[in-house]
């Protein structure tokens, strides 16, 4: 029978953050705490059936809320960079907190990964889940409208981690939510992702300008060191990726599939657990950051997190879509539901 427990993981000014776990009948794990729908561990098999920890993340809520790198947390209103923080909507400017060079990053100063959730557990099949609520008050962060927003995390009986969002509005607004653990499929604290090899299902990415701001164009990865188009080692061209651009990977991948069909977005295997993740979304993009600004954190397990300890594989609509007229619209109106999933699934070889 799949369970779900929770108990206290810490207190912001006397309110309760609570922590989640959910668990399998096969021994497959997932904590999660109501600060941001944070997946603060994710323990999964190895080939020899060997249970370990494969996501980044520290074990008290003062880090969380003081220096985590968006560990594990669901991002919001409007996840990744929008130029100058700038948009306009039905004839209106608006201007987001600039957080990130001149750009707006991640839903701004205080964004969903700040918040305390509203949280239930519950089981349904062979599923143990976790529904987690947050209403976002008109002009919150500067976004216009209040939003509802809804993450419902499943852990399957057969060792997928699927996270469905909902969101809506009572004014015409923006939304592009996503999830940002960073996974080292070795252990959480197994130093490089190097090893790892990884696909992603894209023909095409969206090359940047020098402040990580899509030019527009979506160029095709052939001949580049995009191109994953076949299982590629991450390490391979990882340096070559550190000089050139940004220092290392941190790009938006235009999927192949349908835009707003479900389908698989990009396969992880690590050789030495036989660990495999395979990511499937209903979204356009997908950004692959391979924890190129962690610098020297202190982790669970005494664990000392690098540059490259681990990989995120963000789906999302396009970076600086509100301002791109040919990316796909994160625009929300009333009376629209936004509906996102993603499956994190995981197996051996
Ligand atoms: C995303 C961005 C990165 C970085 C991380 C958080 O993945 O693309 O550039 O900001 O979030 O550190």
């Given at each position: 029978m799949p369970q779900v427990s929770s108990k206290e993981f810490g207190k912001i000014e006397g309110k309760t953050v609570e922590l989640y776990t959910l668990a399998n009948d096969s021994g497959a794990k997932a904590e999660i705490i109501t600060l941001g729908g944070t997946l603060v561990s994710l323990y999964m098999p190895d080939k020899n059936g060997k249970f370990n920890d494969i996501v980044l993340g520290f074990d008290n809520l003062e880090q969380y809320l003081k220096e985590s790198p968006y560990f594990g947390a669901n991002i919001g209103r409007a996840a990744n960079r929008i130029a100058g923080g700038r948009f306009t909507l039905e004839g209106k400017e608006y201007q987001l907190a600039v957080n990130n060079g001149p750009n707006a990053l991640h839903g701004g100063e205080e964004g969903f990964n700040m918040k305390i959730w509203d949280a239930e557990g519950f089981t349904s099949g062979d599923s143990a889940c976790l529904k987690l609520t947050y209403t976002s008050p008109d002009g919150e962060e500067n976004y216009p409208g209040e939003m509802n927003v809804e993450a419902v995390y499943s852990l399957t009986a057969s060792n997928e981690l699927k996270i469905d969002f909902k969101a809506s509005c009572d004014k015409t607004t923006i939304v592009n939510l996503t999830h940002h653990s960073y996974f080292n499929?070795?252990?959480?604290?197994?130093?490089?992702?190097?090893d790892h090899s990884l696909k992603i299902e894209a023909d095409q990415y969206t090359p940047v300008d020098e402040n990580l701001i899509p030019i527009g164009e979506l160029k095709s990865v052939e001949g580049t060191i995009f191109d994953f188009r076949k299982a590629k080692r991450i390490g391979e061209d990882a340096e070559k990726a550190a000089k050139d651009y940004t220092s290392g990977f941190d790009h938006n991948f235009v999927l192949n599939k349908p835009e707003n069909q479900y389908g698989l977005a990009a396969s992880v295997y690590e050789p030495k657990s036989g660990r495999k993740m395979d990511v499937y979304t209903n979204q356009p993009g997908l950004q692959f950051y391979?924890?190129?600004?962690?610098?020297?954190l202190k982790g669970k397990d005494g664990a000392f997190y690098n540059p490259h300890c681990g990989l995120c594989l963000e789906p999302q609509k396009f970076p600086n879509a509100v301002n791109t007229p040919n990316f796909a619209s994160p625009v929300l109106k009333p009376g629209e539901v936004y509906k996102h999933s993603i499956s994190y699934s995981f197996s051996t070889e």
């Open positions: 499929l070795a252990g959480h604290n197994s130093g490089k992702i190097y391979a924890a190129n600004f962690v610098e020297n």
